[in-house]
């Protein structure tokens, strides 16, 4: 049996995090007093388990750990030189790549170079994307958790965009993409700044499945970025998916089955409109697409690989 570990890590996307944490494990999170992004800690308004420790930056250097956990660039080149001990910097150590390379798609060399460091990438795409140069990679898959009381109803004759700040993120988010296939398909959107770009707002976490599941399909614009978890959630309560064929999205989504991908906005609004027509046809994609979701991005599959990855670095 794998030993209990102390990690210590950063509160960068805090639903990753929730997931993440779900793993037998004590997740010590690097707060400041103002909890800035990137530092918040333990807090918001997820159901953090026990297992889930508020850390001080003030505070690190007196305590052990058996394993440094990155998130960002930053915590990796500069936070560890800040807030670390020089013994804390030679713990095993793994840094999580959330994102795709973003300055080329193809030829942007990763920030890690270093071969004692374990880089792990949520997606294939993205593995293949990033130059990883020296460093070893694996790749960790999502896993999510919905609630069990949850499940598609789908009586809501719209379609429903999750995405955090679209209008600030512009064309890499299919900002315009969602507001070409507005014009022709009711959509609503929720996330941050959701309010902003003509949408309904910001749902918490845990009470996105139960709004969710009240509209006909979900609807992911973003032409590219890593695989957002809403989509994955989305899947996991019966929800038909409809996004473009980029990304790691066209391994996800089978046309006909759990949904539609295309590069083609036009042709997924002609989908988005079948859909609205068909109550039952969205339903059977929706069944669909919980098939391929409790198979792929199980929670007990994640913990199980980050259990792997974890063993790999501090056995």
Known sequence: ????????????????????????????????????????????????????????????????????????????????????????????????????????????????????????????????????????????????????????????????VVINNIATRGRRLGYDVFKQSREKVALDLVGMGALEAGGVGEIQHAQLPAFSAQYRFFFNPIRYTSLGLAVIEAMMIGMPIVGLATTEMATVIDNGVSGYVNTDVEILIARMREMLADPNHARRLGEGARRYACERFHIDRFVRDWNDAFHAVTM
């Open 1 to 160: 049996m794998q030993r209990r570990l102390k990690i210590l890590t950063w509160h960068t996307h805090g639903s990753y995090l929730y997931y993440l944490t779900q793993a037998p494990h004590d997740f010590y999170v690097l707060s400041k007093p103002d909890r800035p992004p990137g530092y918040g800690g333990r807090c918001g308004h997820i159901p953090w388990g026990d297992n889930v420790i508020d850390m001080p930056v003030s505070e690190v250097k007196d305590h052990e750990f058996d394993l440094i956990l990155f998130q960002d660039d930053d915590q990796y080149l500069r936070d560890q030189h800040t807030y670390l001990s020089e013994a804390q910097r030679r713990l095993p150590r793994i840094y999580i790549e959330h994102d795709t390379p973003r300055e080329h798609p193809t030829d942007m060399r990763h920030p890690v170079d270093d071969p004692s460091i374990l880089l792990v990438h949520v997606t294939p795409f993205n593995a293949l994307m990033w130059d990883n140069g020296r460093t070893p990679t694996r790749v960790v898959e999502h896993g999510v958790i919905v609630p069990p009381d949850v499940s598609y109803r789908g009586d809501l004759d719209r379609g429903l």
